[in-house]
């Protein structure tokens, strides 16, 4: 069941990210920061780049969505009805998918792909392919994990 549920979660994922790829400038704040101050000098994006509370909007509105997947999964797929065994579960399903994540999306794809290039910061290569940057992003996924599958553990055990 496992391999199932992390195929679709982590197919779901990537169509959020092709999606999100067609127009780079809304996902800037993922950018490594040397990418993202370049950006935020260029004409060419001045009146596009996003602002900070969009960033935590977007951020807020994917956890809110995962969280939902998470508990609907965990609660009718899965049966679980305990903190513990949702939690442990929920979170394992979110390190797989933080895992694809980080190597797949951002190190394979991200970092080698032109799209994701923005005009202007061609010559920063080195920075686009930044694998530390990534790695450390891999770490606060796991933290923000940690208190989404808390919360979702916490909906099983006591309202679902």
Known sequence: MILIESII???????MV???????IKTLYNYPPKIQ??????ESYK???????NK???????????????CTVLRYINGYTTFWESFKYGFLLWT??????????DIIWFCHD???????????IKEYRNYLFHI???????????IICTIAGLIIHFIL
């Open 114 to 124: 032109t799209r994701f290039v923005f005009n202007g910061t061609e010559d920063m």
């Open 18 to 24: 092709f999606i999100m790829s067609k127009d780079p």
């Open 56 to 70: 935590i909007g977007a951020k807020v509105c994917a956890s809110i969505i995962f969280l939902v997947i998470l």
């Open 96 to 105: 797989i998918v933080n895992l694809y994540d980080v190597l797949v999306l």
């Open 37 to 42: 101050e370049r950006v935020k000098t260029l």
């Open 9 to 15: 979660l982590c197919a779901l994922f990537t169509i």
């Open 136 to 146: 450390k992003g891999f770490f606060i996924g796991e933290g923000l994990g940690l």
């Open 47 to 53: 009146d596009k780049i996003p602002s900070n509370e």
